[in-house]
């Protein structure tokens, strides 16, 4: 059975609609990259399968592990392992990043029928990831993402991914923001996440991390359809002839 | 003009309360009723009592408790224990055998009141109206004319009490709406140390008012902790007027948290009297249904070199109405003075309001003065980011409410209290989430 499923999939945003009838199928252990230029839906596609209140699906239907996603709250979709990471992780004042983890790890441990784990293990479990991606524990003590740089940031992302290790994994533009060491820790980091049960979506608008997390398959969105896909190689003749062809395409 | 029907029966009444006929405590009285028969209750034309209406108190017939049969509590409701001195007051009697005021070390008074005027109590005929609250306070006022029981504490020259001072006051009413007015007096001479919580609780479903007034006087590098948390039965009335008063280089914590009470006003009267004294005073306010809970903080600084700091927030749902007025007098005496202020709400339903406003009146012209002020909801990106973490909803709103009052709260230095006081927040806020989702 298909890991995720997205079937002529529209959605609007303030009336407006921005998803225009998007077909994919993702296969357990698959990677795929949806590129495409600014304003073309890649972000409204992944708060659509993340659930975020003012995506509206209009059309349609998204089947994860055969359910149906759309039908569930945002934290019932991370239960049952879905991860967004933010194109932009919100700043919360006065929580701080271990505490955020515990509560995270927990809810999700939860909701598959695992005990929660006490403080010690999870300090445990969480020093042994942070160590794996260079996150200092002083980062943990600080408020989330409050005052964090961009790689701290999306190293804090790629952090929570670890810890509630999902089942699909959507990326929005985790590399924008970053500087070249900062874009191989994270994407090395996602990297090592790849595993034959986990699928991932990483939705970007260069081609750069795509040289560090090689995808299996690459889709052009534009205008709020997918144009073409393709294999790895799609992704490097994009980087060569841009995307205005795509753009004239789907006008 | 209302006031209440025991105000008729002073002649009667006032020999039978506290300190019986001793004459000082009877002029005081006697000056206490005539400037709140002048004054009347508070109304809303009063540029203070703007926000907080207290016309409601009028139309009850409140009898004064103090001179009603003792009504007994049915059964004590949970008072949280600091481990020290505790003193209970029930309707404003003191109930020895709930209190512990055993072994205390030279040096140091902790008492009733009324004992205290029973026995060797001539020391506050200085004292008690030396430190009062302005002469223009109505319910200040109505508070020296009826002054019932209440704490004494008289820390000498250098004494450091480590055990925290407990005061419980426990409200409960059940034939009649009753009233009391307990007088509080803290006095810390130079280079003292105390650490004082205040406690107020209730229960039943009569109305009973509450109006109080604390004294608080610290010499010259005297320091206290003072903690207090509201928690009055839902149909209570809880009016608290302190009056501080601070010299060289004395040092202020405060905290008040509101989880209680019908209608609430706090108001505090700081006067930094002495060359570099450094005040504190931070609240959470937590409140839902109809409720009205209003925090009035005045600091003035009258001598150079002073510190204040105002920190409150609070958070309403459903109809509830929050109120925080900070002013800051700065003198033309008191260069260098640091003073900032700071009001945060989060409305949880578009039926709470809050009100408010900050005053900086400044006459000296090396100053470092500030205030600032935020009312908003919370913050539905921070939500959708902990819910898509497998975060449910409740628990999201929980977090965030809990971040909100967490900058308050963290400013509690003594860590026990702060602990006991973040778990009954916690409490409170998670009855206020039901009903709150959308």
Redesign the interface.
């Given at each position: 059975m298909a890991l995720l499923k997205i079937e002529n999939l529209h959605a609007t945003v303030d009336g407006q609609e921005i998803l225009k009838g998007i077909d994919l199928v993702i296969e357990p252990g698959e990677v795929h990259a949806i590129m495409g230029p600014n304003g073309s839906g890649k972000s409204t596609l992944s708060y659509v399968l993340?659930?975020?209140?003012g995506y509206e699906v209009t059309g349609g239907q998204v089947l994860y592990d055969g359910q149906d996603l759309l039908a569930l709250?945002?934290?019932e979709?991370?239960?049952a392992g879905i991860?967004?990471a933010?194109q932009y992780?919100?700043?919360?004042?006065?929580?701080t990043t271990m505490t955020?983890l515990r509560?995270?790890l927990n809810?999700?441990r939860k909701?598959s029928g695992l005990d929660e784990l006490d403080a010690m293990q999870f300090l445990k479990l969480v020093r042994a990831k942070a160590r794996a991606l260079g996150i200092d524990e002083e980062m943990l003590k600080r408020?989330v993402n409050t005052g964090f740089s961009g790689g701290e940031k999306k190293r804090g992302e790629v952090l929570?991914m670890a810890l509630?290790e999902p089942r699909l994994m959507v990326l929005d533009e985790t590399d924008s923001g970053l500087d070249i060491d900062a874009l191989k820790v994270v994407a090395g980091g996602v990297e090592a996440l790849r595993s034959p049960e986990r699928g991932m979506l990483v939705i970007t608008h260069y081609q750069r991390i795509l040289q560090y997390l090689v995808p299996d398959h690459v889709h052009v969105l534009s205008g709020g359809r997918i144009v073409r896909s393709g294999g790895r190689e799609l992704a490097d003749e994009l980087e060569r002839t841009g995307y205005a062809a795509f753009r004239e395409q789907a006008a | 003009m209302t006031v209440p029907a025991f105000i008729e029966r002073f002649d009667a009444v006032t020999p039978r309360l506290a300190g019986g006929g001793a004459d000082w405590l009877r002029r005081m009285r006697e000056d206490g009723l005539s400037r709140f028969t002048r004054l009347g209750l508070p109304s809303r034309k009063a540029e203070a009592w703007k926000y907080t209406d207290l016309s409601a108190l009028g139309g009850i017939d409140f009898a004064l408790a103090a001179i009603e049969p003792d009504v007994a509590p049915h059964h004590l409701p949970e008072i949280p224990e600091f481990g020290g001195l505790r003193l209970v007051f029930v309707n404003d009697r003191f109930r020895p055998e709930l209190s512990e005021v055993e072994r205390l070390p030279p040096g140091v008074v902790v008492a009733d009141l009324a004992g205290v005027l029973a026995g060797e109590g001539d020391f506050l005929a200085d004292w008690l109206p030396r430190l009062a609250p302005p002469e223009s306070h109505a319910l200040a006022a109505l508070n020296t004319a009826f002054l019932g029981d209440g704490l004494v504490v008289r820390l000498s020259r250098g004494v450091r009490l480590d055990r925290p001072i407990h005061l419980v006051s426990v409200g409960t009413a059940r034939e009649r709406p009753l009233a009391f007015h307990p007088r509080h007096l803290v006095l810390l001479e130079d280079g003292a140390a105390a650490t004082l919580v205040e406690t107020h609780v209730g229960q039943g479903d009569v109305s009973y008012f509450s109006n109080g007034v604390l004294e608080i006087g610290l010499g010259a590098g005297a320091e206290l902790r003072h903690y207090k948390i509201q928690d009055e039965a839902p149909t209570a009335f809880h009016v608290a007027t302190t009056a501080l008063r601070m010299d060289d280089h004395a040092r202020y914590e405060g905290f008040i948290l509101h989880l209680g009470g019908r209608t609430v006003r706090n108001e505090v009267h700081a006067v930094i009297a002495g060359r570099g004294g450094e005040m504190a005073l931070n609240g959470v306010t937590l409140a839902d249904a109809e409720r009205h809970v209003d925090n009035t903080v005045c600091v003035e600084h009258l001598a150079p070199g002073g510190r204040s700091r105002l920190l409150f927030k609070t958070v309403l749902g459903e109809r509830a109405r929050g109120v925080f007025q900070g002013r800051v007098l700065v003198d033309r005496a008191a260069q260098k003075t640091d003073a900032y202020q700071l009001s945060g709400a989060l409305l949880l339903s578009p039926g709470a309001e809050m009100d408010g406003k900050p005053e900086l009146e400044i006459y000296a012209d090396d100053v470092k003065c500030g205030h600032g002020a935020a009312v908003g909801e919370l913050?539905?990106?921070?939500l959708?980011?902990?819910?898509?973490?497998?975060?449910?909803?409740r628990?999201?709103r929980r977090?965030?409410m809990?971040?909100?009052i967490?900058?308050a709260l963290e400013r509690v230095s003594l860590e026990s209290v702060r602990e006991r006081l973040a778990i009954m927040a916690g409490r409170r806020l998670e009855s206020m989430g039901e009903g709150e989702e959308r």
């Open positions: 993340a659930g975020r209140d709250k945002p934290e979709r991370a239960r991860f967004l933010f992780p919100v700043e919360i004042p006065g929580v955020f509560t995270a809810a999700v909701g408020a929570q509630l | 913050d539905d990106q921070a959708f980011y902990l819910r898509s973490r497998g975060i449910d909803e628990a999201a977090v965030l809990e971040a909100f967490g900058e």
